[in-house]
C-alpha cells in the first residue's frame, strides 16, 4: 500500500485529491496539511511515502517545506503540484530534490499514475511542461569557462544526454540498444557518482554544467 500525504491551503483541492486517489485500492491517503509547517510535522509522524506539495501557502511555503523534507525524510517522495507551469517556487523546489512537478488541472489518471510512479523511484512531470522545464534551464544556464570535471562514463554520458532530451527509460533503453532495468541501473549510478537524489537533478545538472 502507498501511503500519501496531500499539502495544499485549500480543503476542497485536497478532498478532490484525496477522492481521485482512493478510487486506486494500491494508494492510502494517510494525512493532510494546509501549511508547510504542518506538512514536515506530518511527513515526521506519519512517514509517507509521497507527498503531494502545493508550493504558495500562508505562512511557510511549500518550498521550504520541500527542501526540509528532502533532506530529513528523504524514504517519503515530494511532488510538487501547482497552477503555475513555470513557477520560479517549483524550479527551485525541483532543485532541491523533488519527484516530480504536476499542475492542478491533471486529470484523476495521471495524478495517481505520478503517484505510482513517484514511488517506485521514477520522476514524475506533466508531459506538456517537460520540455518547458529543460528550455527554462537551459536558458538559466551560465556557460562554464571550463570544461566541467565528472567520473560519469560515456555510455553515462550517453544516458544523461538522453534524460537531458526528456526521453523515458524504455526510450533511452531502445535507442541505446540495452535493456531498461540497465537503464534505471545507470541512472541510479549517474546519481551516486553527481551526488544527487533524482533524474530531474541529473537533468539540470546536465544544463547548468553545460555538458548538453
Known amino acids: 500500500m502507498i501511503t500519501v ?25 494517510v494525512g493532510h496539511a494546509a501549511s508547510g509547517s504542518t506538512a514536515v510535522e506530518q511527513v515526521a509522524a506519519l512517514r509517507p511515502d509521497v507527498v503531494l506539495m502545493d508550493v504558495r501557502m500562508p505562512g511557510r511555503d511549500g518550498l521550504s517545506a520541500t527542501r526540509d523534507i528532502v533532506e530529513r525524510f ?15 517556487y517549483v524550479f527551485a523546489a525541483l532543485d532541491f530534490g523533488a519527484a516530480g512537478f504536476l499542475l492542478k488541472d491533471a ?28 528550455r527554462e534551464f537551459a536558458r538559466r544556464r551560465t556557460t562554464p569557462t571550463k570544461a566541467v570535471e565528472h567520473d560519469l562514463t560515456a555510455r553515462e554520458m550517453d ?15 531502445a535507442e541505446l540498444y540495452i535493456e531498461p532495468s540497465t537503464v534505471k541501473t545507470h541512472i541510479g549510478n549517474i546519481a551516486r557518482r553527481l551526488g544527487v537524489r533524482t533524474r530531474v537533478q541529473i537533468v539540470i545538472w546536465a544544463y547548468r554544467s553545460g555538458v548538453v
Open 5 to 29: 500525504l496531500l499539502v495544499d491551503d485549500q480543503p476542497v483541492v485536497r478532498q478532490g485529491f484525496e477522492m481521485f486517489l482512493s478510487d486506486d485500492p494500491r494508494i492510502r491517503v
Open 74 to 88: 528523504p524514504e517519503s517522495r515530494v511532488i510538487v503540484v501547482t497552477t503555475f507551469d513555470l513557477d520560479e
Open 107 to 134: 486529470d484523476p489518471g495521471e495524478l495517481v499514475a505520478a503517484v505510482l510512479t513517484v514511488s517506485e523511484g521514477g520522476t514524475a512531470i506533466a508531459d506538456r511542461v517537460t520540455t518547458r522545464v529543460a
Open 159 to 173: 544516458v544523461v544526454q538522453k534524460l537531458a532530451n526528456g526521453k523515458s527509460n524504455e526510450d533511452i533503453a
